[in-house]
């Protein structure tokens, strides 16, 4: 048994008195006999025994009443029948990721756990803490009137959110909440994708509600890329879907259709389009639809635009001419002097980069990029192999490279670092500029000499160089991603522009286009889809779920009611005051009938 108020017990001192007076009580004065009323002593003998009794029993009423009062008083919990809750802190974990949204037998999952949980928040009372913690760890907390209306308004997500950090961010709050008894009340559909590996539960226990349901067969879109992602004007759309017989599909291209056809199960969609338009578009890939709205849809993003005019530095060797050649026949490029590939010791803006082939020739190398204004030098040499870790360089690896150091202080988000080594920049971009620490050269790396040779070094063009041309990112709903440095607007596919500070931003959570602002022009986009593991809807039995969980007591049950039932009284613990109370009352009426029944009667 453990107290809520443990000072209290300090009255229970209290029942000493009661003894005491007893005890007093029993204390005799010096015996004078009297003859007249020796035959009163045989009656008074007769019932000596009985009045004792009584006695004691008055005696021991009032001193189990004063000990139950003072318990009443110190608000005692346990493990004891009856009574209402101890007071607990509980926080209600809600999964409302994209898979709950899912339409089973006439009615969204995600009604049914919000009905489940309407029911446990219900059981709440005026000394309960309660808190609403959705997948994407949002919280609302306060009286259960305010967490009930909260979760009326809680809408599915447009992704997977992360079940594993709001049910850490529960615990954290149930822990926090200044009372003895705590517990997570969880709710989701089960999704075998969204409970991977355990989850600690921090010494917090929880009950665990997932409704037994079959999922149907769901079609989704999981890939639609523009290929390339800069068309010049010409390109192509190639989209993947899940689809296990043949379904229509629509490739919408800005605000109008592009295409309609039907694809069968296994086949890609492939839509080659030439648009008048020019600029940043936004598209997507549409199937139609099923019981799972939400993945039906795949959204896109393409810049068509001329072709950067590009040419080979004369001194850029063969890997640099072979690759400028390439690009231009896939018309990716145009032959030109807009833009220059080649050696940093003939660096001018714009251009990639690479460090010097002959070490001999860094100093020169180091006064070209000052002359034209790159805020770099070329430092001390390192030697590997080590990997390169960037976008597009995956198995690359750097041979010979030169430490790459700013030349003085930056402008704040004025460089990306597309390319590392180790924890070095490997790959700068800037203002009219990608700069290369290693030379293209088979022994300064192997970039070269693998098939991403060609698409980085277009992508970096396209990316970084090329107008209003930029990089398109690919992320999920709420993930953290790296803003460019030169964006501080984001273009929401209303038209809303929204200012962006951070060098890391959390993505916006409804899916769709957004794009990256260059002052006022379009210069990049962000894709937001949701994570193709939402598209699976395998849901896991009730008794392997139970075992994601870790760290504490845990009970699972896919009876809603039953569920509901065993909110805020997982533990056992109960608030006993009100029983103390009734027993203490018990018995101080109980002390008043024996008192009255040994008060000597008027004539």
């Not at 192509?236 to 605000?255: E, H, K, Y």
């Not at 008048?276 to 799972?292: K, Q």
């Not at 990112?473 to 953290?480: L, R």
């Not at 984001?490 to 959570?509: K, S």
Request: a neutral charge; zero cysteines.
């Amino acid at each position: 048994m453990n107290f809520l108020a443990p000072f209290a017990l300090v009255l229970a001192g209290a029942a000493a008195v009661p003894l005491v007076l007893h005890l007093l009580r029993r204390r005799t004065g010096e015996k004078v006999d009297f003859p007249a009323i020796r035959y009163l002593l045989r009656a008074e003998r007769e019932h000596s025994r009985q009045l004792k009794l009584r006695n004691l029993l008055l005696m021991l009423l009032r001193v189990f009443a004063v000990l139950a009062l003072a318990l009443a008083a110190a608000r005692p919990i346990g493990r004891f029948a009856g009574g209402s809750h101890a007071p607990t802190a509980i926080a209600v974990v809600l999964d409302n990721s994209l898979s709950t949204s899912v339409v089973i037998n006439g009615a969204p999952v995600l009604a049914r756990l919000k009905v489940a949980a309407r029911a446990a928040i219900g059981r709440a009372n005026a000394s309960d803490r309660l808190w609403l913690v959705t997948a994407d760890s949002r919280v609302v907390g306060g009286s259960a009137g305010a967490v009930r209306a909260a979760l009326d308004r809680t809408e599915p997500l447009a992704g997977a959110g992360d079940l594993r950090a709001a049910v850490a961010r529960a615990a954290q709050l149930v822990r926090g909440g200044g009372l003895p008894s705590r517990e997570l009340a969880i709710l989701t559909d089960g999704q075998a994708s969204s409970w991977t590996a355990a989850v600690p539960l921090d010494g917090v226990a929880a009950t665990v509600f997932a409704p037994t349901l079959t999922p149907p067969k769901n079609r989704a879109v999981v890939s639609a890329l523009a290929e390339p992602p800069h068309w010049t004007p010409r390109g192509a759309v190639r989209a993947t879907t899940t689809a296990t017989d043949s379904v229509t599909f629509r490739v919408a291209l800005g605000a109008r259709a592009a295409a309609r056809g039907i694809v069968a199960p296994g086949e890609d969609i492939v839509v080659r389009l030439a648009p008048t338009d020019r600029g940043w578009m936004s598209g997507a890939v549409e199937l139609e639809p099923d019981e799972l709205r939400g993945d039906d849809v795949r959204w896109f993003a393409v810049h068509v635009g001329p072709a950067p005019a590009v040419t080979a530095e004369a001194g850029a060797g063969t890997f640099a001419r072979t690759a400028v050649d390439a690009l231009a026949q896939e018309g990716r490029v145009a032959r030109g002097n807009d833009i220059i590939v080649g050696g940093a010791e003939s660096a001018k803006r714009p251009g990639v980069f690479f460090a010097p082939t002959d070490p001999v020739q860094l100093g020169a190398a180091n006064r070209a990029l000052e002359r034209a204004d790159i805020p770099w030098k070329f430092g001390a040499v390192r030697s590997g192999p080590a990997p390169v870790a960037g976008t597009g360089l995956s198995g690359v690896n750097a041979q010979r490279w030169y430490a790459i150091a700013p030349r003085g202080a930056l402008e704040p988000g004025s460089v990306d670092t597309i390319a590392k080594v180790g924890s070095e920049p490997w790959a700068i971009a800037g203002d009219g500029y990608v700069l290369v620490a290693s030379p293209l050269t088979a022994d300064g790396t192997d970039l070269p000499l693998r098939a991403s040779w060609v698409p980085w070094l277009g992508s970096a063009i396209a990316d970084h160089l090329s107008g209003d041309a930029g990089a398109i990112t690919e992320t999920g709903p709420g993930a953290s991603i790296a803003r460019p440095a030169w964006a501080h607007e984001l273009e929401e596919p209303d038209g809303t522009r929204r200012p962006v500070t951070e060098a890391r931003i959390a993505a916006p959570e409804r899916a769709g286009v957004y794009f990256w602002l260059r002052g006022t022009q379009r210069a990049g986009a962000l894709v937001v889809n949701p994570e193709v593991d939402e598209s699976d809807l395998t849901r896991l039995p009730i008794a392997t779920l139970r075992s994601r969980f870790a760290g504490a007591e845990i009970a699972a049950s896919d009876d809603p009611a039953h569920w509901a039932a065993s909110a805020f009284s997982f533990s056992g613990r109960r608030a006993l005051d009100s029983s103390f109370m009734v027993i203490g009352l018990l018995l101080l009426a109980a002390e008043a009938v024996v008192t009255r029944a040994i008060a000597p009667k008027a004539d």
